[in-house]
């Protein structure tokens, strides 16, 4: 859609000039994590892989307040185990343009969240305007040259690596990091600062 391109055009170019990129120190942020939001993908292939590393993110952080978006076809696959929050959508909630209605966007803005992490492989327009209305000071992608002007840490996999592998890569960094940091004795761990 033209008007997408444009209005991702538009973002890009105002990230780049106008944004504020306050130095986060990643350790101690993940270490101190208690709420997180996860955009699940579209595609059913996609959808069920990223469902697997869901399960396994909770079973490593369980202390973790998830939320996950999900198209609203897909919630009946997402199980009550998980103890996940879930903001469904459907066309309804978005605009003409593709981008999510303001009914949509006052449940983003009312939460805060400590971290963001795109379970898309491609670059989506709904998912950049949705983290940034959530404000999580560290939002989470797969490496793509589209995405990394909206997104603070990118996660780089193999191509050829499977849909299970590359959200496990995804779900090992966070939480290895998340374990690495200490919320009482920062100045002994390593940090990784990130703009």
């Known amino acids: 859609m033209v008007i997408t391109r444009i209005i991702g055009t538009f973002l890009r170019l105002r990230y780049k000039w106008f944004a504020q990129h306050p130095t986060i120190d ?8 208690k709420k997180v939001l996860i955009y699940l993908p579209k595609k059913v292939e996609q959808f069920g892989a990223a469902l697997k590393s869901l399960e396994r993110l909770r079973k490593l952080r369980p202390d973790w307040r998830i939320t996950v978006i999900s198209k609203l076809e897909m919630v009946n696959f997402i199980d009550s185990k998980l103890k996940v929050e879930i903001l469904p959508y459907s066309k309804e909630d978005l605009n003409f343009t593709g981008l999510p209605k303001s009914s949509m966007r006052q449940l983003l803005q009312k939460s805060d969240f400590d971290l963001a992490l795109d379970l898309t ?32 840490v990118e ?41």
Not at 124 to 151: G, Q, R, W, Y
Not at 156 to 179: F, G, P
């Open 121 to 152: 492989l491609r670059f989506d327009i709904f998912i950049i305007v949705l983290f940034n209305l959530s404000s999580a000071p560290i939002k989470v992608c797969f490496a793509n040259t589209e995405k990394s002007p909206f997104h603070n």
């Open 26 to 33: 990643i350790c101690d942020h993940l270490a101190q994590t």
């Open 155 to 195: 996660i780089r996999v193999n191509a050829a690596e499977s849909l299970t592998n590359k959200y496990n890569a995804m779900v090992k960094y966070i939480t290895m990091v998340a374990e690495s940091g200490s919320p009482k004795d920062t100045a002994s761990k390593s940090s990784e600062q990130v703009k």
